[in-house]
């Protein structure tokens, strides 16, 4: 019911409210700086405005006030005084005038210097920068992101270029003005800009164009060999035939390619945002070792996006993102994806058969070492993501880490075989993706699912007690990880002293030597 009163909302196609004029000056962006210029509706009394605190895809409280600076409101040309809130560091309460009906609100945005931490992590170098519209913006206190209009301006640098999902109304020397939008849309649509940048055409698939972007710090990082692209053009092509339908108008994959940004992947309904380090798409090793990054990222547009736990709706329809979000699904949200990742990343070539296997046997390794495993069951990495991202690398394994992406894998893996043999090969998990992600598609909606949705999904596909079967590997304190999809596939898990040629890969890309299965030693 939920589900089909926001499809209404999110299909109209502008908002009936003045939309919020914002103007983002990015040309200072190779000493990162950004300048934001706002101009909102007001009425006199009391206002509170608000920074974006819990960051779709980030699952955790990640908006980074500490580098918004210079905040200044005005209203008929006159100061308007500010106080921060004692408790809510993101929440500014005014009092506007009287006789005043719209503020004007600056403040610059400090990109940071080089450090990790998703897109509060550093995101601009001297050649290249990447915007989130959640590190540009305030909100009043009580906005409903679907209905609230925003209409973007934004100055890149001179001589740069960019890539977005956010429909653009004009281009005018280096201003691009965008068309209004929902304030979700604005926020779930980076920018990627940068002076060494191309654009590739991944082709039409049902009915939506798809384009890889990429900024990278050179222009020799860009020179992609035709392998490669027709890798990535046949990944488009495997959602299609696995999902059955997609949700968004068109898809942009945002790929920097640099050693002075925070590497990482964050999913959007229309785009992704996706780090790597600068040789990624011209030497083997990189290559390799993130093959699955963009597959992962893509999938969320369906798995996270479009079909999300309801505990996971912050901008949604709860009022903002200052609402925590609750973790407790994203087995579901990130371990799923995380199989479908690399499961498409061999479907499209980026990986060999043998390279998914090497890869999945580094996972299962992991997992069935960790001591951690013996008073932490699975679902309580996932309860407590907020805090497991940023958790140190020290005593690692008696923690444990966000393991619902690779133990997830190793799950959806067993439900996989098992739905593939009981069946005696005529159904997979391919046909529950098709059931619970693909419906009638063509636009961004979303539909939210709790964990009863899922055990229909799966019952509908194959029956069987799956409430049982993901329960107990959920809540397992079992020593040993479970190993039980890969053992049914007729495989086994082995250690020998031969390195494999996906290993070398991997460690050559974190210029490591994992000696962990041997005499204990990361070096
Ligand atoms: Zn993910």
């Not at 990447?130 to 209009?149: H, R």
């Not at 005593?395 to 690779?406: G, I, L, Q, W």
Request: charge should be negative; aromatic fraction near 10%.
């Amino acid at each position: 019911m939920r589900s089909a009163c926001l499809l209404t909302i999110l299909l109209l196609p502008l908002c009936a409210q003045d939309p919020v004029h914002l103007r983002v000056d990015a040309t200072d962006a190779p000493r990162r700086l950004f300048h934001v210029q706002m101009s909102l509706p007001a009425k006199p009394g009391p206002m509170t405005l608000l920074y974006p605190q819990w960051i779709p895809g980030e699952h955790a409280p990640t908006g980074p006030i500490a580098n918004m600076v210079g905040l200044r409101i005005q209203g008929g040309g006159k100061t308007v005084p500010w106080k921060r809130d004692s408790v809510n560091m993101f929440s500014f309460h005014l009092d506007v005038p009287a006789g005043i009906s719209s503020l004007d609100v600056t403040f610059d945005f400090i990109s940071p210097p080089e450090s990790e931490g998703f897109s509060s992590g550093s995101s601009a170098t001297s050649e290249l920068a990447v915007l989130n519209w959640n590190q540009l913006i305030l909100y009043p206190e009580g906005t409903q992101p679907d209905d609230a209009s925003y209409q973007a301006t934004l100055r890149v640098p001179n001589g740069w270029r960019y890539g977005t999902a956010l429909p653009i109304r004009r281009e005018s020397g280096n201003e691009i003005e965008f068309e209004p939008a929902p304030l979700t849309t604005l926020i779930d649509s980076p920018v990627s800009t940068g002076a060494h940048y191309r654009t590739i055409d991944l082709g039409s698939e049902g009915g939506a164009p798809h384009y890889l972007h990429m900024a990278a710090d050179s222009d020799r990082a860009l020179e992609v060999s035709p392998e490669i692209i027709n890798q990535y053009k046949n990944l488009v092509k495997e959602t299609g035939a696995l999902f059955g339908s997609r949700h968004y108008r068109s898809y942009h994959f945002l790929y920097t390619l640099s050693d002075h940004v925070a590497h990482f992947g964050l999913e959007h309904h229309e785009s992704s945002d996706d780090r790597y380090s600068e040789r990624t798409l011209i030497d083997p090793e990189p290559q390799k070792a993130s093959a699955d990054l963009l597959s992962h990222e893509f999938v969320h547009s369906w798995n996270g996006k479009y079909r999300r736990p309801s505990g996971l709706i912050a901008g949604g329809h709860d009022g903002g993102y200052s609402t925590p979000m609750k973790g407790d699904l994203l087995w579901v949200y990130e371990g799923l994806t995380q199989y479908l990742g690399e499961i498409l990343a061999a479907r499209s070539a980026l990986w060999t058969a043998e390279e998914y296997r090497e890869s999945l046997a580094a996972t299962a390794a992991a997992l069935d070492t960790k001591f951690g495993r013996t008073w932490r069951p699975l679902e309580d990495t996932a309860v407590a993501a907020q805090v497991l991202y940023d958790a140190g690398n020290d005593y690692a394994d008696y923690r444990r880490s966000v393991d619902y992406y690779p133990e997830g894998t190793l799950i959806w893996l067993e439900a996989d075989v098992m739905i593939r043999q009981q069946s005696k090969g005529a159904k997979s998990l391919d046909d529950f993706c098709r059931a619970f992600h693909g419906g009638p598609g063509g636009a961004p909606a979303l539909k939210p699912y709790i964990f009863e949705d899922v055990v229909a999904a799966l019952n509908a596909v194959q029956p069987y007690d799956w409430a049982a079967f993901l329960n107990q590997r959920l809540h397992s304190t079992e020593a040993h990880a479970p190993l039980g999809g890969i053992q049914h596939g007729g495989w086994k898990l082995a250690y020998d002293g031969t390195r494999s040629e996906f290993w070398k890969a991997l460690e050559e890309d974190r210029k490591e030597v994992d000696l962990s299965y041997s005499i204990g030693l990361r070096v």
